[in-house]
């Protein structure tokens, strides 16, 4: 397994982002994740997934056999696909500018999606706003864990009618204040 300091190298890739984005909550096939991802050609998804896998960042949870080749069920694995606090401080400006290029381009990238499918319904869940808080670092730090408790209940599919939708949240401190 990589490093744990080597997680930011491996995650923000934007291919390996694309992947971690759509496993988010579920599990999928590689053939889902192939039609999930058309832009990326198929040599491309599986090296990216074989390096995922290496790194402990993705699971195969189940294997099975469809016309003489194994099919590969896929989900998170037991290391977060995340970049924690510790390791964005660690980052230099070009680190950091790079990770949230990749960030904002699968935000992009799933923005685009939406605007390529014909279902307009589908624009009835589209919202993005910006707020300006006011906080010292025990009020974010209650804000975070206040979040958590709202959102873990809508983190996997409960019933069936439910549609994934995305949620990215950015915190960008202000530097006059």
């Known amino acids: 397994m990589a490093e744990e300091q080597q ?3 491996i995650v923000l890739h934007p291919v390996r982002m694309k992947i971690i984005q759509q496993l988010g909550g579920r599990s999928m096939t590689t053939t889902q ?6 832009e990326v050609k198929q ?3 599986y090296r990216h997934v074989a390096a995922l896998l290496e790194a402990d960042i993705l ?3 189940e294997e099975r056999h469809v016309r003489g ?3 590969r069920t896929l ?3 037991d290391r977060l696909a995340h970049v924690g606090h ?4 660690a980052m230099d400006a070009v680190q950091l500018r790079s990770a949230f290029t990749v960030f904002l381009s699968g935000l992009s990238n799933d923005f685009e999606r939406l605007l390529d499918d014909d279902r307009t319904d589908l624009r009835g869940s589209l919202g993005f706003a910006r707020a300006v808080l006011h906080l010292d670092t025990q009020d974010l730090e209650k804000l975070q864990a206040e979040l958590m408790d709202v959102l873990t209940p809508y983190l996997e599919k409960r019933k069936e009618g439910q549609r994934r939708i995305a949620l990215a949240t950015v915190l960008i401190p202000e530097t006059d204040d």
């Open 7 to 9: 997680i930011a190298d």
């Open 43 to 45: 040599a491309t998804l």
């Open 86 to 89: 510790g390791e964005l401080q």
């Open 75 to 77: 989900a998170l694995g």
């Open 69 to 71: 080749a194994t099919e």
């Open 59 to 61: 699971a195969v949870i």
């Open 33 to 38: 994740l192939r039609e999930a991802l058309p």
